[in-house]
């Protein structure tokens, strides 16, 4: 199950570095995010560290919208999406690559994102880098998680472009939540026990969603 | 279908509802007395209590159906997720509504971002979603299962966004039912209230329903039309 898995992933990531289209958009978007909090927030730049989690999540979430949109509307091009229906696995073997894939490039796209945050907004991170690896993991999958059933969903509407971040968004609250929260208390203060309860939740949301989306994703599909 | 049975049926019920607003009415601004801090204002609770309750309700309903719709995949069940759905966004905007009314002279805000107010938006928005999702379907087996999958989705995240934010603080007064520390003599008020509530929903249940069989019944007709000709 696996090594299929890992067969839909790699084609995914194949497609993706010879063509390059979604990860220049969602990196070129991320940093144009950036650009526009950094005016919007141009009253607080004294405490600015307090306001970037915020800031970071809503670039991730925005940019990561921009690679889910891509994810099914690429496959509906020269009709790849049935052939990748024809493949005699599970459907929900390909739920899990896709999601993954779209994992990835997410994760890719948040650490030149976060880079450029580090200049724009005079960020020093040394010790606190691997717990951010941490939360961004947790965060982007369950993200993900989410995402690529709901941008399956969304492609075979009338609206596909529009209609994702309005699905989406509501039920990746949680998500968005408690990452922006885990974040904070990364950034902002010393003690980080109190990363527990956040995490917890993310990682609870990961697992209900993942498992859900493997179950229900045969359905959202286009026979 | 809707024969004349369901007609007479929704016939009484009408005249049932319309009776029992009237006397709702008379029992939240009339019956019940006058709140001693907050005034008049608390009369806005009989309202906003029975919406929020009969809104879950609908909720849970379009989760059932919508599960049932993916083992059965009878239309009737999708017909009812689709009815539950549109009531559950309706109460579930009186709740968004009458809260705010009732917050700023008490609280001197509209709105706050306490656990309870931002997971009743967040549902709110989910099932707007899921009406959303239902507009941008165009086919019709598509739209049933698409929904039906997302009705899933957003039943299961709703507790999940409730326990996010339950470390907030809450200022918001804690389910007075539960607890008891409702006086005796406003109980009837909220009964009655909560009872009309009930038949408004099971009432615009009913009617939604059979709209949308009728509609379902005019399309196939329309269709074999065309292939007639």
Partial sequence: MLAKV???????????????DSINAMVFFGIV?????????????????SAVPGVLWAAFAFSGTLGLNRMFAAEKENSCLQGLLMIPVDRGIIYLGKMLAAAAFMMLTEVVIFTFSLVFFNLTVWREIPYLVLVCFVGTLGFTAVGALLSAISVNTRMREVLLP?????????????????????????????????????????IVFLTLAYLLFEYVLED | MHDRGQGRLDLMLGVLLFAGMILALYMAFLQAPREKTMGDVQRIFYFHVPAGI???????????ASLIFLV???????????????????????????????????????WT?????????????????YLLIRNYVTDPDRRAITSAVFGIVAFVDAPIVWFSIRWWRDIHPSPMLETGGLSPVMRPALWTCW???????????????????????????????????
């Fill in chain 1, 6 to 20: 890992w067969t839909i992933f790699r084609k995914d990531l194949l497609i993706e570095l010879r063509t390059k």
């Fill in chain 1, 33 to 49: 995010m950036l650009v526009i909090f950094n005016f919007a927030l141009e009253s607080m730049r004294d405490s600015i560290r």
């Fill in chain 1, 166 to 206: 309005l699905i989406l968004f509501p039920v990746v609250l949680p998500i968005l939540i408690n990452a922006v929260e885990a974040t904070a208390i990364i950034l902002n203060t010393i003690d980080y026990r109190a990363l527990q309860l956040p995490l917890t939740i993310m990682t609870v949301f990961t």
């Fill in chain 2, 54 to 64: 009969t809104g879950l309700t609908a909720f849970a309903i379009n989760f059932a």
């Fill in chain 2, 72 to 110: 059965r995949r009878n239309r009737f069940w999708d017909n009812l997720a689709l009815a539950s759905a549109e009531a559950g966004v309706l109460f579930l905007s009186i709740v968004l509504v009458t809260g705010p009314l009732w917050a700023k002279p008490v609280w001197f805000v509209w």
């Fill in chain 2, 113 to 129: 971002w306490s656990p309870r107010l931002t997971s009743s938006l967040v549902l709110w928005m989910l099932y707007v979603a």
């Fill in chain 2, 195 to 229: 009872a009309v509530f009930q038949i408004l929903f099971v009432y615009l249940l009913r009617r939604r329903f059979f709209l949308e069989s009728a509609r379902q019944d005019v399309e196939w007709l329309q269709r074999r039309v065309d292939l007639a000709r």
